[in-house]
């Protein structure tokens, strides 16, 4: 249900289905991935993930699937695996985060604060270590609270924002993980009639097309998700003709 998901989803399986190959797709949680078809009857050329969880979860299941003998393709993550035959595409998440927290700062924003999801998403983690480098390099003093907002669904991301202003106050700026969680903040404060920038400064991020339908137009990050995706297509089929991945990431 993730655009980011179906982005990515949509990349690949074009470039797959235009040189002759189709895509499974199938959605696992960490308890139930051992015992899934996918483990237990290989059937595949080659697999792609996109992995949420800890650093030792995702670890784990890139090591039961890079035993199974296939190529693998992992999006948006930063774990490491050295001479496996594996290659990570990922984008610069926390180059998107440290630009969207120098702009909150450059409207004068000191207090800040960051919408993630309760579930770990190595691409999130990356978004906030961003902001946190930004507000490092302009000794502006600024401050930064991040504020889990369970799966980041419209109703979760406005009662935890709901809660952490009464306990904090309002931000002079809230950076949104994603741009639903931005959009979530937007309705709140306007239901409280606030005027967005002026009485708080909303960020989101990946710039999918709802976007543009807010008011005003939320300030937010382009994420190529979909070149991603497709760029996945084009190594792993390179990968299957040649052999070895070119390049690990």
């Not at 979860?57 to 496996?84: E, H």
């Not at 606030?194 to 937010?220: C, K, M, R």
Request: proline share 4%; net charge neutral; hydrophobic share 45%.
């Amino acid at each position: 249900a993730d655009p980011f998901t179906t982005h990515v989803v949509a990349g690949l399986s074009n470039q797959l289905n235009s040189q002759g190959y189709g895509l499974l797709l199938q959605g696992l949680s960490a308890e139930v991935f051992r015992s899934s078809p996918l483990i237990r009857g290989i059937r595949t050329d080659a697999i792609c993930i996109l992995l949420s969880g800890l650093d030792l979860i995702r670890r784990t299941i890139v090591d039961a699937l890079l035993a199974l003998g296939q190529p693998l393709v992992v999006f948006q993550d930063t774990l490491r695996f050295p001479r496996a035959d594996l290659c990570t595409i990922r984008q610069a998440d926390r180059d998107g985060g440290r630009m969207v927290c120098e702009e909150v700062l450059k409207l004068g924003a000191r207090r800040l604060a960051m919408l993630v999801p309760e579930v770990h998403w190595p691409a999130i983690a990356e978004r906030v270590k961003g902001v946190r480098e930004a507000i490092r390099k302009s000794a502006a003093g600024a401050e930064l609270r991040v504020v889990r907002c369970g799966d980041g669904e419209l109703r979760d991301t406005q009662a935890a924002l709901d809660r952490d202003t009464a306990e904090q106050g309002l931000p002079d700026a809230i950076i949104a993980g994603n741009d639903q969680m931005g959009i979530a903040a937007m309705k709140l404060m306007a239901s409280r009639r606030l005027n967005v920038p002026h009485d708080v400064a909303i960020t989101g991020f990946n710039a999918f097309e709802f976007w543009q339908y807010t008011s005003p137009v939320l300030t937010t990050v382009r994420s190529p998700a979909y070149e991603m995706g497709a760029r996945g297509g084009i190594e792993v089929l390179k990968r299957l003709g040649e052999g070895r991945f070119e390049q690990p990431e």
